[in-house]
């Protein structure tokens, strides 16, 4: 499985607003400096994250975009879910209908335990981790 880059970089795009969380809204223009990433790309990320009630927009002088749930709650997987719909590695984990072998298929057991071993670990990682992590790797003390 390889992500694009629509969950890369809303996965990045989301932990910056997780880092302003308590500070107010933050320009997406902001946002894609600081990450390195396109404005017009972050602006198309920006809809199914915000129609799925992840992000919020503030309209005016001071608006911008923030996170509409607490970093906690908000996993890695529901992001790339968000961006991405199916990420299994083969079709017939999510969907048997797809494979015509799938009742005798000997490989559909592996393909199922690392699908799921990989959801458990993007399902166990919120953006409160990622910030945790970050802080505690980059801001040590001297």
Known sequence: MRLSTRSRYGVRMMFELA???????????????????????????????????????????????????????????????ILEGDVSLVECAENPEACTRYAECVARSVWEKADKAIMDVLNSISLQDMMDEYKKNFFKSV
């Open 19 to 81: 880092l302003n969380y308590d500070k107010g809204p933050v320009y997406l223009k902001d946002v894609a400096a600081i990450q390195g990433i396109s404005f017009k790309y972050l602006s198309k990320l920006v809809i199914p994250l915000k129609s799925a009630k992840l992000l919020k927009s503030v309209r005016g002088v001071h608006g911008g975009y923030m996170l509409a749930q607490h970093p906690e709650d908000i996993t890695v997987r529901k992001i790339v879910q």
